[in-house]
């Protein structure tokens, strides 16, 4: 049981590039989140998924993208990535209940230059 | 709009002492509070919650109160211990809000041997 994977671990990209920023969850849990989280700060949702096919927008999804096809992935697009999106990520997932618990991955740094 | 805040970005204390973490919201409809722990290079991990039907939840060293006529809320951990050393997340959740959480800036704690 690996819990909430995300990749990469890290990653450059130029301002303009696009990329996707991988997530995957093993405990069948029906949501699951994308949080940036800048330094200093706490951190803010960018979108969530309450079951496959159904997503929704946080508190800043400016510049990105989500899809969710099955339970267990839901994949973060940033396009036309630029220097504000430097950040880390952390995608998260719990059962349906609305009390409980988030369990994270380990985060994807990502720096914008 | 901040709506869970930290006002200490750091606390630094003597193995064995007391750490005291504070959590200030402003939302009167957050009924359900949680702490999160982060180690570096690593997602939060759920620590500990509570219910705002309660003024207390106590599990071994970490204890959590709840002062909702002054939308406070601390986290004690007793004794604190160098592997405590880590940022502290406050994170708040209201009825409508589903399973998303709103989380503080965070307060790094340093317990020294």
């Known amino acids: 049981n690996a819990g909430v994977t995300q990749t990469p671990k890290f990653r450059i990209l130029k301002i303009g590039q696009s990329m996707t920023l991988q997530c995957t969850q093993d405990?069948?849990?029906?949501?699951m989140y994308w949080y940036r989280q800048d330094p200093g700060m706490g951190l803010k949702l960018i979108y969530y998924?309450?079951?496959?096919?159904?997503?929704d927008k946080g508190e800043v999804p400016n510049g990105y993208n989500v899809s969710r096809s099955t339970t267990e992935d839901f994949p973060l697009r940033l396009e036309l990535a630029a220097p504000s999106q430097t950040s880390v990520y952390f995608c998260?997932?719990?059962?349906?209940?609305?009390?409980?618990?988030?369990?994270f991955g380990p985060g994807t740094r990502l720096l914008v230059l | 709009d901040q709506q869970v805040k930290q006002n200490s970005p750091s606390l630094s204390v003597q193995e064995g002492r007391i750490s005291i973490l504070n959590c200030d919201y402003t939302?009167?409809?957050?009924?359900?509070f949680l702490w999160y722990k982060k180690y570096p290079a690593e997602g939060p991990t759920f620590l500990i919650s509570?219910?705002?039907?309660?003024d207390k939840n106590e599990d071994g060293r970490f204890t959590v109160f709840l002062n909702k006529s002054a939308k406070h809320l601390s986290l004690h951990i007793v004794p604190s211990q160098p592997g405590d050393s880590a940022v502290y997340f406050c994170?708040?959740?209201?009825?409508?809000?589903?399973?998303?959480?709103?989380f503080g800036e965070g307060t790094q704690l340093t317990v020294n041997p």
């Open positions: 405990m069948n849990h029906n949501y």
């Open positions: 998260a997932s719990s059962f349906p209940g609305g009390k409980e618990t988030q369990y």
């Open positions: 994170a708040a959740s209201a009825p409508d809000s589903g399973s998303r959480l709103t």
């Open positions: 998924s309450v079951g496959a096919g159904i997503t």
């Open positions: 509570i219910s705002s039907i309660k």
């Open positions: 939302n009167s409809m957050f009924d359900y």
